[in-house]
């Protein structure tokens, strides 16, 4: 059974409010929760960034879900240390955990003042932080000289199981390449034919575990409305990548989609206000093999989109009315 799950936005929602709407999502009937981790915001109207581990804590202790993080390890954070993160949680709420561990984007990794490398050595990167991460899980004592300098580490808090580690990608290529070591996929809404090729893409090539699906949507009481919303708050999300991974701030987003138009929208958020036809577009993707879907409000108020949702989306999903 398909799990629906609720997206926390931190780069548009300050934290305390954040806790608030998973409070309410959870009993508005959403099965789970994912966020984002991320030093700065896309754009300066969202205006917000709160610190996601401190935050998931909060969280997993103020609701019985699981949640998921997508997190970079390599240059903001050293690897050991969110192994250790990662390890305390899934030890304090067993079984509730994952981590999405992608290459990162300048935006949030820039502020350590190293140079932003190239994607295969970002990509390099991240294996060795995930093959760090596993064998820290197994408890083992890791040296390691690389791309990243681990010395003598070892944790000594550590869960029975270890958290899964999906990979996240936007592109069949990267997909591909996450199939060898990934846990899972995690990958976000683009226009079908797109959103299919990634799912084959890691598929094919042999990647075992979920389909991790994010869809961005924008609710409001009509689509015109809906449009204004997901313009304002979400079109500097419109690029795909190299741009996506390279712009470093959000005035440089801001200024990169300043001239995006609002017919651009819906190839990057669902725009909806009628829950039977939102339900009908994310049954769309559900088609493409996803196992868990997660739900991205991109407006900064929540509270219609989940009584919308505890009411008409999520039972239309379950086939709990027509």
């Known amino acids: 059974m398909t799990v629906y799950g609720f997206h926390a936005s931190h780069e548009q929602i300050p934290p305390a409010r954040l806790l608030d709407d998973v ?4 009993s508005a009937g959403f099965d789970a929760g994912m966020c ?20 998931l804590g909060a969280a997993l202790q103020a609701t019985s879900w699981r949640f998921g993080v997508v997190n970079a390890p390599g240059q903001r954070y050293h690897p050991a240390i969110i192994a250790q993160a990662a390890a305390t949680l899934e030890s304090m709420y067993p079984g509730r955990f994952w981590v999405a561990v992608g290459s990162g984007e300048a935006m949030n990794e820039h502020i350590t003042g190293e140079r932003w490398p190239a994607k295969a050595e970002r990509n390099a990167r991240l294996r060795e932080c995930v093959d ?27 869960p029975e199981t270890p958290p899964p580690l999906i990979g996240p990608a936007v592109t069949p290529q990267t997909a591909a390449w996450a199939a060898s070591w990934a846990d899972g996929l995690a990958t976000i809404n683009q226009p079908i034919e797109k959103t299919r090729e990634v799912v084959d893409a890691y598929r094919d090539a042999g990647g075992r575990g979920p389909i991790v699906l994010q869809l961005h949507v924008s609710w409001a009481a009509d689509d015109d409305t809906a449009l204004r919303i997901a313009h304002d708050q979400w079109r500097t999300n419109v690029f795909p990548p190299p741009l996506s991974w390279d712009l470093d701030t959000p005035e440089h987003f801001d200024a990169a989609a300043r001239d995006v138009p609002l017919e651009r929208m819906p190839d990057s958020v669902i725009i909806a206000s009628d829950a039977a036809a939102l339900a009908d577009r994310i049954r769309e993707y559900v088609a ?29 999903l379950r086939g709990e009315h027509a």
Do not use: C, K
């Open 288 to 316: 493409l093999g996803a196992d868990e879907v997660y739900l991205h409000n991109v407006g900064r108020d929540n509270a219609d989109f989940i009584d919308a949702a505890g009411s008409r989306i999520l039972p239309l």
């Open 36 to 55: 984002s981790d991320h030093f700065a915001p896309w754009s300066e109207r969202q205006g917000e960034s709160g610190f996601a581990w401190a935050w």
């Open 132 to 158: 760090i991460m596993r064998a820290l899980f197994a408890g083992e004592e890791v040296t390691h000289r690389g791309l990243v300098t681990v010395d003598r580490a070892r944790l000594w808090t550590r």
């Open 23 to 26: 409070r309410s999502a959870e």
